[in-house]
């Protein structure tokens, strides 16, 4: 399953709200979530249909183990390692 935890694009360098669902989802069956973030923002804008040529990097981290953990304990370390990758990457 894939699920968006910003809900929509945002600007590159923008860090929009990430909500916990995926985490609560996660959590509820106990089953590792695997974080994974883009740079397409820097060739698709959000809010526009204009596309540039470009090379989307993808960067998937590894399984966050979720038995016997809280929601909020993985949704901190997910978010964490998402927006230490969105910058490094540049999105």
Do not use: C
Not at 32 to 51: C, D, E, I, T
């Amino acid at each position: 399953m894939l699920i968006f935890p910003q809900g929509t694009r945002v600007r590159v360098g923008e860090m929009g709200r990430f909500n916990k669902g995926g985490a609560m989802l996660a959590v509820a069956s106990q089953v590792p979530l695997v974080p994974v973030v883009h740079n397409a923002g820097r060739y698709w804008p959000g809010k526009s249909f204009v596309k540039f040529p470009g090379t989307v990097e993808l960067r998937i981290g590894a399984p966050v183990p979720t038995a016997e953990r809280s929601v909020d304990e993985v949704h901190a370390e997910i978010v964490a390692w998402m927006e230490r990758e969105m910058r490094e990457i540049g999105a």
